[in-house]
Structure formats: C-alpha cells, structure tokens
C-alpha cells in the first residue's frame, strides 16, 4: 500500500511564500512522474506543476517564474516553493505521483494522490 503524505499549506498574505511537501512511502519499487494540482472552489482540479524522472519540468503558465517544483529521490519526496503568491493561487493543493509497486510477482504502476492541503492568498 502506497500512501502521499503533505504538509506545508497555510495561510499567507499576497506577496509571501510557502513550501509544499509531499513524502510518499509503502511499498514502493520506482516513482515515475511526481506533480502538483490544485481544485479552487467551484472549480476543476488543474494541474500547477510537474517534475519527471528524468528530471525536467513543466508549469501552469500562470505559475512560471514564481513557483518551482523539485524532488527528493531519496526520500521519495517531491515538494512545490511557491514564491509571490496572489490571492488566485487560493485553492486545496494535491500531490501525485505515478508509482510502481508489486502486487505478488507481478508490477504494478498507478497514479496516487495525497489528501490536499489549504493554501489560502489573503491580507
């Protein structure tokens, strides 16, 4: 069993920073892809930022040049710095990752998803 686990949202006023976390753990044989997404109210989950195994990366426009994503391999962490944050950046943010793990003598790949965390932009 494969569980994501996040910390770091908060509260924070425009103009400030925080730093997301999301450690993965189980039985893990390799993490493929590892991203961040975000679900506004009343909105659909949008994807914010993604790290590959090969280690490049990609970003929602709106996000370029103020948020960067990177990861642990080590710790089977990935993590999100969010710098200049405005209040449109409001919204639960979820880790994922695409995981292999083995089920008997068979692998299995998957895609899991951390709880959310609240990240709230206001004075």
């Known amino acids: 069993q494969v569980q994501l686990v996040e910390s770091g949202g908060g509260l924070v006023q425009p103009g400030g920073s925080l730093r997301l976390s999301c450690a993965a753990s189980?039985?893990?044989?390799?993490?493929?892809?590892m991203g961040w997404y975000r679900q506004a109210p009343g909105e659909q989950r949008e994807l914010v930022a993604t790290t590959y195994s090969r280690g490049n990366t990609d970003y929602k426009d709106s996000v370029k040049g103020r948020f960067t994503i990177s990861r642990d391999n080590a710790e089977n962490t990935v993590y999100l710095q969010m710098n200049n944050l405005e209040p449109e950046d409001t919204a639960v943010y979820y880790c994922?990752?695409?995981?292999?793990?083995?089920?008997?003598?068979?692998?299995?790949?998957?895609?899991?998803w951390g709880q959310g965390t609240q990240v709230t932009v206001s004075q």
């Open positions: 189980g039985r893990i044989i390799s993490i493929n892809d």
């Open positions: 994922n990752a695409r995981i292999t793990t083995r089920s008997g003598y068979v692998l299995v790949t998957g895609d899991y």
